[in-house]
């Protein structure tokens, strides 16, 4: 399954909300790195994620959130990530990453 | 007596997911529990993005191999890719997320089993190991 991506600028919250929905694995996460590059460039705010309807995402897909949280990070500005799927969730527990990418859901 | 499955690939990125695929398919029908497939499908996943990542040339494919026992999956990600340094490997540091070095990790948390044997100038070989009761 391919990657889907909507996006839209919240001036209500002052983040890119970025809906991911299908899959990001070696053969798609180049679209997002784009994409995420593409609206930083365009406007620095967070991002967020809505991974409702993301089925799917590997090392690949994981590294390029780190990539762009690092780049971000440098201006003060971060990536979260909202309602993973469990297996998501999983993944981003046992990396450890959900300390960066769902720190605000877990103090909710 | 283990029945035994192969599949060739070609070593591009696209094809990742018809692995990924097959494969749940295949722990499906063995009757694991979804989270067991869940986790056999990202592991498998990871091993054949490392090739396609780390090497394979676009027309040398890589082979996945399924052994399916009574109480066991073990997959193998077979490539002619040239080999690494295992011993070399780091760790990632959760305090110092890289981009990369997270798949290897991904896999030993994922599987029962992980065996890695890479021979430099050759290829590389990583095992895995899911019990169907564990």
Request: charged share 25%; proline share 2%.
């Amino acid at each position: 399954m391919a990657l889907q991506m909507k996006h839209d600028f919240s001036q209500e919250a002052g983040v890119w909300k970025v809906r991911v929905s299908g899959e990001v694995d070696v053969a798609t996460a180049g679209g997002l790195r784009g994409l995420l590059a593409d609206l930083f460039q365009e406007k620095q705010s967070d991002i967020v994620l809505d991974m409702s309807d993301l089925s799917y995402i590997d090392s690949t897909g994981l590294g390029v959130l780190i990539g762009a949280y690092g780049r971000m990070q440098e201006s003060g500005h971060g990536i979260r990530v909202e309602h993973p799927r469990e297996n998501i969730a999983k993944l981003l527990r046992i990396t450890s990453l959900d300390r960066i990418f769902c720190a605000a859901e877990q103090t909710e | 007596m283990a029945d035994f499955l192969k599949i060739s690939v070609p070593g591009k990125p696209e094809y990742v997911s018809t692995v990924r695929m097959t494969v749940s398919a295949l722990a499906n029908s063995a009757g694991f529990d979804i989270e067991a497939i869940e986790d056999i499908k990202v592991a498998v996943s990871e091993a054949c993005t490392n090739v396609v990542r780390h090497g394979v040339e676009e027309l040398n494919g890589y082979e996945v191999s399924c052994e399916l026992g009574d109480d066991r999956l073990v997959i193998c990600v077979i490539d002619h890719a040239g080999g690494y340094d295992v011993a070399g490997y780091k760790m990632p540091e959760p305090d110092h997320p890289k981009e990369g070095g997270l798949g290897i990790f991904i896999i030993r948390a994922l599987m029962d089993e992980v065996d890695i044997f890479s021979e430099i100038g050759s290829g590389t070989r990583i095992q895995m190991v899911k019990y169907t009761h564990r």
